[in-house]
């Protein structure tokens, strides 16, 4: 599943492999840690709070407020077809933040920090393998969600 990511991931599995299958299907998902109730974003497989390895995943609604953000212009290896481009840090209202790139219902004047967002799954399907992420987009954008079969 973490091959859907896209460019780069060394991640072959781990607990919280799920969290690809969830952004899929439309859902943005994070781990509460079943042992003493801590929340993050991304999922974690081991809660950074207590170390219990048990959790379970939640949906969250992805309203945020965007922490920092960067425009990436001199690209790493393997995003040089796709600079500039701007990526940006949102602290989620259910706990943890969110790396990702902002999206194309903002414009680059627009953004502003501390400005409200909403955290969007997206499914990029032009190319031959499909590839999972999300983005920062203009509170109220909404996506289409799948019934999952967990």
């Known amino acids: 599943m973490f091959e859907w990511f896209g460019k780069v991931n060394f991640s072959p599995y781990t607990k919280v492999t799920d969290f690809a ?10 781990s509460k840690c079943k ?7 991304p999922p974690r497989a081991d809660c950074d709070k207590c170390m219990s390895g048990e959790f379970e995943f ?12 960067t ?3 001199a690209a790493p290896t393997g995003f ?6 701007i990526v ?32 969007v ?4 399907e032009e190319l031959e393998e499909i590839k999972v992420y999300y ?6 954008t909404t996506w289409v969600k799948t019934n999952s079969a967990r």
């Open 71 to 73: 425009k990436i212009v």
């Open 21 to 30: 299958q969830y952004l899929k299907d439309g859902r943005l998902m994070g």
């Open 121 to 124: 799954p997206q499914i990029f």
């Open 88 to 119: 940006g840090v949102a602290d989620l209202e259910e706990g943890g933040r969110a790396l990702a790139w902002i999206g194309e219902t903002i414009k680059e004047e627009e953004i502003k920090i501390g400005m409200e967002l909403q955290v």
């Open 135 to 140: 983005s920062l987009e203009k509170p109220g």
């Open 80 to 85: 040089e077809d796709v600079a500039p481009y």
């Open 35 to 41: 042992t003493c109730g801590s929340t993050s974003f």
């Open 58 to 69: 939640f949906e969250m609604s992805g309203k945020a407020r965007l922490h920092t953000y």
